[in-house]
């Protein structure tokens, strides 16, 4: 098969806070898909990092005491610090403190500036500090004046900045839209840039003067550079797109343009609608998905630190602690609010699911499976064939059922659709579970006449878990590779096609029992 290129980024954390259940989900999502692509054996390129500029940054700074440079440096130590502790596999952390983002921005800003895109001019309005985003007087009088994130007043303002023409791109942005229908997903956000599209697009700005702490403006230092601007340039900066004779350029550019830009549903109109318009001006490829999930509430409320439901990394470990980090992973993906509608968290709802999904499902089917080969067989797997023949059971071909499985999981792992992806898999444990108690191994253990039945049952059923591990590998990656070790079974190598091949399993080889997922109370 050959390569191709996968490049997944998350929205790059502002330090003005310690990272939350939003932050882990979304970059947890991202691993989830560069794993799967590893294993399908793409070219896979996966980015996060931290947003450190900004007025906030600074005002946080100064009631600490503190320089931004300090402040931003603890806050994207704590961030760098979850890639390891969720198992995360990015392969380059960004901070927009870099001096090679630095650099490039403000070559890309020049570009911008060169073109005459980028202009001096007044801006009076509303200004939401939360955000850092700029408001007309109709969208501030449409949101009652407050900030639809965190409810709080917007600002009155007036500033000379330098404007980017958003507005000459506005048809350049429908047909966009138009003629590129999975540009944002899902449905329902696409649908709501839509409807705000049809409105004027209005110019933004690309700097502004009542801080200090940003990129100057490289024909103006009086100037900063917006935040949102200097941010978003990350995806492009990463990849040395703004320095073409660096060696960063020269083993990166390869990767652009982005696969999925992963992201919260609060910040899409910057992704899917300025972001284009900026990468049109630079005449840069455009990401092939801005894919914006929703949010998190706890408990039937919306996160608050004052209600007490608020799912910081504290609790997050204790979950982790109790049920198993591949526990978290699988719940916070498969319950997560990937599609157009929020997820709420609840305790009870979280034991439910690992009871019914890892403790019954995958941990009690690899247990019965391993217990039997060791109970009958010593722990030595049988061959599945006698007389040179494959036996076979009525009602299950287990080739052909693992095959679609595997065709399913790929196109739906290609597609973000990760909870569908992992929903394939867990389909194939349950009709292993389904196909023992039809073939009830059980019972033609106690005749000797059906040894060589009783031992094709157990080959293929464990056969098909370990296809199974394979395809919840992204998801669940330390039990699945527990799980294989203790069947013998061979690595995932850079061969997908051969690795996931019906025949894996060596007969003559050892297994021994797995309890994966214990019961907890």
Same mark, same amino acid.
């Given at each position: 098969m050959l390569k191709e290129q996968r490049y997944v980024t998350t929205p790059i954390y502002y330090v003005n806070d310690r990272p939350h259940i939003g932050h882990v989900y979304t970059t947890t999502l991202c691993d989830v898909y560069a794993r799967s692509m590893r294993h399908l054996n793409h070219d896979v390129f996966f980015l996060t990092g931290t947003d450190e500029h900004g007025v906030k940054v600074e005002q946080s700074a100064i009631k600490k005491g503190v320089s931004p440079q300090e402040l931003a440096d603890i806050h994207s130590a704590e961030f760098r610090s979850i890639m390891g502790k969720f198992e995360l596999t990015n392969d380059e952390f960004i901070r927009t403190t870099d001096s090679e983002h630095t650099?490039?921005?403000? @070559?890309?800003?020049?570009?911008?500036?060169?073109?005459?895109?980028? &202009?001096?001019?007044?801006?009076?309005?509303? &200004?939401?500090?939360?955000?850092?985003? /700029?408001?007309?007087? =109709? +969208? @501030? *009088?449409? $949101?009652?004046?407050?900030?639809?994130?965190?409810?709080?007043?917007?600002? *009155? +303002? +007036?500033?000379?900045?330098? &404007?980017?023409?958003? !507005? @000459? /791109?506005?048809?350049?942005? @429908?047909?966009?839209?138009?003629?590129?229908? =999975?540009?944002?997903?899902?449905? !329902?956000? *696409?649908?709501?840039?839509?409807? *705000? $599209?049809?409105?004027?697009? $209005?110019?933004?700005?690309? +700097?502004?003067?009542n801080f200090s702490w940003g990129i100057p403006l490289p024909t103006d230092e009086e100037h900063v550079i917006y935040v949102w601007i200097d941010a978003l340039f990350n995806y492009i900066t990463a990849l040395g797109l703004g320095d073409t004779s660096s060696d960063i350029f020269a083993k990166r550019k390869k990767y652009w343009p982005a696969s999925y830009h992963i992201i919260g549903k609060e910040i899409l109109w910057f992704h899917s609608v300025i972001w284009p318009a900026v990468l049109m001006s630079l005449d840069l490829p455009l990401p092939k998905c801005v894919f914006a999930h929703s949010f998190w509430i706890s408990e039937g409320k919306k996160m608050s630190k004052s209600m007490g439901n608020f799912i910081d990394l504290e609790l997050i470990d204790s979950y982790v602690d109790k049920y198993s980090m591949d526990a978290w992973r699988y719940y916070i993906v498969t319950q997560g609010p990937l599609g157009s509608s929020d997820a709420d968290f609840v305790a009870e709802n979280f034991q439910d699911l690992y009871n019914a999904h890892l403790v019954n499902t995958v941990g009690n089917c690899t247990s019965r499976v391993t217990a039997m080969l060791g109970k009958y067989f010593d722990g030595v797997v049988q061959t599945e064939s006698q007389n040179g023949k494959r036996i076979t059971f009525d009602g299950f071909d287990w080739p052909t059922t693992c095959e679609s499985a595997i065709g399913a999981w790929s196109l739906h792992m290609e597609a973000f659709a990760l909870d569908k992806a992992i929903e394939s898999a867990m389909c194939l444990i349950r009709e292993v579970d389904l196909f023992i108690n039809e073939t009830a191994p059980f019972k033609l253990a106690k005749d000797e006449t059906k040894t060589a039945e009783l031992g094709a049952i157990l080959y293929q059923c464990l056969e098909v878990l370990r296809i199974a591990s394979i395809l919840l590998d992204p998801v669940i990656p330390s039990k699945m590779n527990e799980f294989r070790t203790a069947i013998s079974a061979q690595t995932i190598n850079d061969t997908f096609s051969e690795t996931i091949a019906w025949g894996g399993i060596k007969n003559g080889s050892t297994v021994e029992k797995v309890a994966l997922f214990p019961r907890v109370s």
């Open positions: 650099k490039q921005v403000q @070559a890309f800003v020049k570009t911008l500036l060169d073109s005459g895109d980028v &202009y001096l001019g007044t801006f009076e309005g509303w &200004y939401d500090e939360g955000q850092e985003e /700029y408001h007309t007087e =109709t +969208s @501030a *009088r449409e $949101l009652d004046y407050t900030s639809p994130i965190n409810g709080k007043p917007l600002i *009155r +303002s +007036s500033e000379k900045n330098y &404007y980017f023409k958003l !507005s @000459a /791109y506005q048809d350049k942005i @429908a047909e966009l839209f138009e003629n590129n229908p =999975t540009f944002v997903r899902p449905e !329902s956000r *696409r649908n709501e840039m839509l409807g *705000r $599209l049809k409105e004027d697009l $209005l110019d933004v700005p690309i +700097s502004r003067t």
